[in-house]
């Protein structure tokens, strides 16, 4: 969980596998996901439309299930996975029991492959600890690899469960796709009524906030950081206030 950078966010994705060279122009089915950047603030010819929000909401469009990540540095990934999950289910194009694949996503951020189209024979992030899973990610590093259309794919194809840093996934594995990235939305995290909209409009928002357990209310599950404190280290999924 180590230097997640300070942003919010929202995909468009598409439900469908990755085309073939002879089939490029394939349609797919829209998806969404919504990014939010401290550094970057919508126009206001493009800033997300007003509407009248209530004091209390959340989204109906949660999966079923829920997953930790365990002792790893994934929760990048977890909030990227769980915001595509949201985004189809609340497009109508997946139920909630959906259940896409988060060791794929920080998989394919770390290791490259030959895709068939061979566009992506420059690509890479190296992992200089040999670490992947512990070194942390950024939401950032999940969406320009899923805009390159790496995954994502379902659980079962690449399970969580027994991954460790020596698992070593098949091209097949890196390549399958349930689900491809079409667009990603960025907007400032102190526009909280955009933040708002985001979350009416897509069903979630991905973020990244400092985490301490010293902030965290056991007896009612709640978190509160009452000091000032620069920089980030956990990626998180708003789906309601």
């Known amino acids: 969980m180590k230097k997640i950078m300070a942003l919010a966010l929202c995909l468009v994705l598409a439900l469908g596998t990755i085309p073939s060279v002879n089939s490029i122009d394939t349609a797919y089915p829209e998806l969404s996901l919504t990014v939010i950047d401290e550094m970057t603030v919508f ?9 009248a929000l209530e004091d209390r909401y959340m989204s109906d469009a949660m999966p079923d299930h829920l997953q930790g990540q365990g002792a790893y540095g994934t929760c990048w990934a977890f909030s990227t996975t769980a915001l595509a999950e949201i985004s189809l289910i609340n497009k109508g194009l997946a139920d909630k029991s959906i259940d896409l694949s988060e060791a794929q996503v920080a998989y394919n951020v770390y290791h490259s492959f030959s895709d068939k189209l061979g566009l992506l024979g420059n690509d890479s992030l190296t992992d200089v600890n040999g670490t992947w899973l512990e070194d942390g990610g950024s939401l950032l590093y999940s969406i320009w690899s899923l805009s ?35 667009d990603a939305l960025w907007f400032n995290m102190s526009q909280t009524d955009a933040v708002k909209n985001m979350i009416v409009k897509y069903g979630a928002v991905s973020a990244s906030m400092y985490h301490s357990d010293r902030f965290f209310n056991s007896a009612t599950n709640g978190y509160y950081q009452n000091v000032t404190v620069q920089g980030t280290n956990h990626a998180i999924t708003i789906v309601g206030w």
């Open 148 to 182: 390159a259309w790496k995954g994502i794919c379902d659980e079962d194809t690449v399970p969580y469960d027994g991954i460790t840093d020596d698992t070593v996934l098949t091209q097949d594995q890196q390549r399958a796709s349930s689900a491809i990235l079409t």
């Open 43 to 51: 126009p206001a010819s493009s800033a997300p439309s007003p509407m």
